[in-house]
């Protein structure tokens, strides 16, 4: 694991039970403490409602495809040796939208519905990122 290249996210609080929760593998989303609207990426601030009340649920990590890209030019020289990687973002059960890398699916898998589910990469010491393969 030493040696990783990449750009790597900088938690806050309002995200760190997100990264701990990777870390431990288990998926975590906010829900509004008030409304209950489950929202996706990590934020203060609920966009129904706008209330800071906020709680964390753990997520079943399943839902399907709604598009993808395949990714042919890297962005951050990091990447460069994954290329070509397969970026989905994916509707999960719980009525959010989520972006990650792919693992093991083949290119000519992809269609829009596609079931999947989230697995974990760790990658440094400090660091759990996720990614989705086939459920
Ligand atoms: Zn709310």
Same mark, same amino acid.
């Given at each position: 694991m030493d040696g990783y290249d990449k750009l790597v996210p900088s938690p806050t609080p309002d995200t760190q039970p997100y990264w701990d929760g990777l870390a431990a593998g288990q998926l975590r989303l906010q829900r509004c403490g008030d409304c209950h609207t489950v929202r996706h990426y990590?934020?203060?601030?609920?966009? &129904?409602?706008?209330?800071?009340n906020t709680e964390w649920i753990d997520a079943t990590g399943r839902g399907t495809v709604h598009s993808w890209t395949i990714t042919?030019?890297?962005?951050?020289?990091?990447?460069k040796g994954d290329l070509p990687y397969v970026l989905v973002t994916v509707d999960l059960d719980e009525g959010v939208r989520m972006q990650s890398q792919a693992r093991?699916?083949?290119? &000519?898998?992809?269609?829009?519905g596609l079931p999947v589910k989230i697995a974990f990469e760790k990658v440094k010491d400090d660091l759990t990122l996720p990614v989705f393969v086939l459920a």
């Open positions: 990590p934020r203060p601030v609920c966009p &129904s409602c706008y209330s800071m042919h030019y890297a962005f951050h020289p990091g990447f093991g699916i083949d290119t &000519s898998q992809l269609r829009v």
